[in-house]
């Protein structure tokens, strides 16, 4: 029997040892490629999440405790160690699991939700709704998490959110999966103006003056240093691959006009050779 095949409820994780967590992790990616193999699915987004949802379920007391998938297609190793083990073979087939979290399925889903950006929404509606609670309720000791990942985070929705939430400061936790990539490459201008923010002068003094000065800090300097620089390397290869692809959309919609302009005049060629003469007007 595996370590996995043992796990009934997620307060089990708080008995498990480093190791035994590390097992755990191996053999629920292990898992979840052999079903998506025979049934498809969304492999490479659950995959990075493994971590996540053991750390989250480790800490957090689920169902009592919420958690918020955005994506929801992060959400399978969620579904194994929420009691879904024995059924997860029917991955998104007829009447089997779903391929993102259901209410239907479990008290440990929180909201059907598949589309991207929706989750810190749903997160502050929570949490509001919690603090709404009589004082004393056992109810407001309740905590809620929303992972976020697929690059959902910069969704109009998830911005309005945030917004609200830094207003009305409501109790929630956030995770941020960076996993680098969306369900496509980002554009917009939001990735073109961080890009051309790091090429000023403004921006490239700081970042000097910051290395020198950290680099001076006893001890914590050289770590401190390092962590930061881990930071800016995944900023710039998120900013250079929003890049690509915006230099990719200009070139399309510049290209536009012409081929507009070519079948306007293929139109006017096949209506000219159609049209039957012209006979004179009868209007003097």
């Given at each position: 029997m595996t370590l996995l095949e043992t796990i009934h409820d997620p307060a089990q994780l708080r008995a498990l040892d480093y190791a035994e967590l590390e097992r755990l992790a191996a053999e629920l990616r292990e898992k979840m490629i052999r079903t998506v193999q025979h049934t498809g699915g969304h492999l490479a987004s659950s995959l990075g999440a493994v971590e996540i949802a053991l750390a989250l379920h480790r800490v957090m007391d689920s169902p009592r405790d919420r958690m918020v998938w955005d994506t929801g297609h992060q959400a399978y190793a969620h579904k194994l160690l929420t009691g879904r083990l024995d059924r997860f073979e029917t991955l998104r087939q007829t009447d089997g699991v779903g391929g993102f979290p259901r209410r239907s399925e479990s008290d440990h889903d929180v909201f059907d939700g598949g589309h991207a950006g929706t989750g810190?929404?749903?997160?502050?509606?929570?949490?509001?709704?919690?603090?709404?609670?009589?004082?004393?309720?056992?109810?407001?000791?309740?905590?809620?998490?929303?992972?976020?990942?697929?690059?959902?985070?910069?969704?109009?929705?998830?911005?309005?959110?945030?917004?609200?939430?830094?207003?009305?400061?409501?109790?929630?936790?956030?995770?941020?999966?960076?996993?680098?990539?969306?369900?496509?490459?980002?554009?917009?201008?939001?990735?073109?103006?961080?890009?051309?923010?790091?090429?000023?002068?403004?921006?490239?003094?700081?970042?000097?003056?910051?290395?020198?000065?950290?680099?001076?800090?006893?001890v914590l300097g050289q770590p401190l240093f390092d962590v930061l620089a881990w930071a800016k390397e995944g900023f710039k290869r998120s900013r250079a691959s929003s890049r690509r692809s915006a230099c990719a959309a200009r070139s399309w919609c510049m290209s536009r006009p012409s081929r507009a302009r070519a079948m306007h005049r293929r139109r006017r060629t096949a209506s000219a050779s159609t049209a039957p003469a012209c006979r004179p007007s009868t209007w003097a």
């Open positions: 810190v929404s749903i997160g502050v509606g929570l949490a509001a709704a919690r603090d709404l609670l009589p004082a004393g309720s056992p109810g407001r000791a309740q905590r809620i998490a929303v992972c976020v990942g697929d690059a959902a985070m910069q969704s109009g929705l998830t911005l309005e959110a945030l917004n609200h939430l830094g207003q009305s400061k409501n109790r929630m936790l956030i995770v941020l999966n960076d996993n680098e990539m969306s369900i496509s490459k980002s554009v917009g201008g939001l990735s073109t103006r961080l890009n051309k923010l790091r090429l000023t002068r403004a921006y490239q003094e700081t970042k000097e003056a910051s290395k020198r000065t950290i680099s001076r800090i006893p």
